[in-house]
């Protein structure tokens, strides 16, 4: 396992475009997280699943992002319409719960940088 | 709201010294802590955690205390060496299957 992969690794769109974001997570790790990040700031959360069931997604988040993890494997994250507030780095990690402390502890993979220009 | 405060200057050390970095947060109650390490246009890498009721963890060069009362927790490296160049992100999780909230980080330079 060569632990997180994500694709694309650098999209440029047009504002009003749709774009879609693939990650492969660690295949033992049944949770799955995405985050976005700009530029001088950490990561903000979006969403995360367990297996396929979507458990938790940001009040910052708008309808036009949807994500889907369809057989509790790989997920996609979707932006529709997009805006260039939306050009950033989309983060996806996976975890698994620390067998000393019982914390979560993410693996994130490099990102998908977005451009809309 | 919650919030989690880093210094957002970048912290300038010498080769060889000991770096401290400051994780501040309120109206939080974690049940853990972790540190993370950021390279430019690279995914955090976890680095150390520590639980609520622990005071001081350490891994190789790298220690953390965690204060619950100041709601604080110090990040050091010591005999810091260029390579440790990064920005260095807490993270505060509340339990043990939910989301981690991220910090803004603290870029660390280490000169020769």
């Known amino acids: 396992d060569t632990g997180v992969s994500q694709n694309p690794r650098h999209k440029i769109t047009k504002r009003g475009q749709n774009v879609t974001f693939r990650c492969d997570p660690i295949?033992?790790?049944?949770?799955l997280y995405w985050y976005r990040q700009t530029l001088g700031q950490g990561p903000e959360f979006l969403t995360y699943?367990?297996?396929?069931?979507?458990?938790?997604k940001s009040r910052l988040l708008s309808d036009r992002f949807s994500a889907e993890r369809p057989k509790g494997s790989f997920s996609t994250l979707e932006i529709q319409r997009t805006e260039q507030g939306d050009s950033a780095m989309y983060l996806c990690?996976?975890?698994?719960?620390?067998?000393?402390?019982?914390?979560?502890?993410?693996?994130f993979g490099a990102g998908s940088r977005l451009t809309v220009l | 709201s919650q919030k989690i405060e880093q210094n957002s200057e970048a912290l300038n050390i010498q080769e060889g010294k000991t770096a401290t970095l400051t994780c501040n947060y309120t109206?939080?109650?974690?049940?853990?802590l972790q540190w993370y390490r950021q390279d430019p246009g690279r995914g955090p890498v976890f680095l150390l955690l520590?639980?609520?009721?622990?005071k001081e963890k350490r891994k190789e060069r790298l220690k953390v205390t965690f204060d619950t009362t100041l709601k604080q927790s110090l990040f050091h490296i010591t005999a810091s060496q260029p390579a440790d160049s990064a920005t260095y992100l807490c993270?505060?999780?509340?339990?043990?299957?939910?989301?981690?909230?991220f910090g803004t980080g603290t870029r660390l330079q280490v000169t020769l």
């Open positions: 295949s033992e790790h049944n949770r």
């Open positions: 109206n939080y109650s974690p049940a853990y």
């Open positions: 520590i639980r609520e009721n622990e």
């Open positions: 993270a505060l999780g509340p339990g043990t299957a939910s989301k981690l909230t």
């Open positions: 699943f367990q297996n396929e069931a979507q458990l938790e």
């Open positions: 990690a996976s975890s698994h719960t620390n067998r000393d402390s019982g914390a979560n502890v993410l693996t």
